[in-house]
């Protein structure tokens, strides 16, 4: 892995041909395999397009679903909180820093890391699809990043056994939006406001607990 000023675009993928032109699992497949010699994370979000809000909060909530030691979430959930809030304000898909958008695997890691991950992608693919979608705006758009940032912001709070529900509401509503999956996104909304109101109730709990020890 490197960090170069500079790399060479991939010119198969154009993301902008039309809106979904084909499933994630074979975007990523054909971006392994069109691509050149290094793969840049610019190069992947671009190849995402609009879907990269989606696929980015996938990603950077799955850490937060494995057991960490207290205070890693603090650190884990921010990048959540950064592509939520792009949401917010109206950015058509995420803004990467240029450190962060530089950063490459050589091609054959690239494709080492896409044939893990394909035949997951696949699996999910058969009941996440395409169907009911209701976010047709940029309203709506950015009423979805209100709800993610809020999941995020929970996730980052030093809130007791409270952080793992939001991650995994953040990750639904991530694959909903990336595979523009309707029924996915209805999942993620309850699972998010069942783990808002259980971080509530915590916070409330403690407060209680801490004003009758003080």
């Not at 999941?151 to 007791?160: F, H, N, S, W, Y």
Request: aromatic content about 8%; overall charge positive; proline content about 7%.
């Amino acid at each position: 892995m490197s960090l170069q000023s500079a790399v060479s675009p991939v010119s198969s993928i154009d993301a902008t041909e039309k809106k979904h032109p084909e499933k994630l699992s074979e975007l990523l497949e054909r971006l392994a395999r069109d691509a050149g010699a290094r793969v840049s994370m610019g190069e992947i979000a671009n190849a995402l397009n609009d879907r990269s809000f989606g696929a980015f909060l996938l990603v950077f909530a799955l850490p937060n679903l494995i057991p960490l030691p207290p205070g890693a979430t603090m650190v884990l959930g921010l990048p959540m909180v950064f592509v939520a809030w792009q949401m917010v304000i109206g950015y058509n898909k995420v803004w990467l820093p240029r450190a962060l958008s530089n950063y490459t695997v050589d091609r054959a890691t690239f494709q080492r890391m896409v044939t893990r991950v394909s035949p997951w992608l696949r699996s999910a693919e058969t009941w996440v699809r395409p169907r009911n979608w209701p976010l047709d705006g940029p309203v709506r758009e950015r009423l979805f990043g209100i709800f993610a940032l809020l999941l995020a912001v929970t996730c980052v709070l030093p809130i007791p056994f409270g952080n793992w529900l939001p991650a995994f509401a953040v990750a639904v509503l991530g694959v909903a939006h990336t595979e523009r999956d309707g029924n996915c996104l209805a999942l993620g909304v309850i699972t998010g406001l069942v783990s808002v109101t259980v971080a509530g109730l915590v916070v409330a709990f403690t407060g209680a607990v801490l004003v009758r020890l003080f």
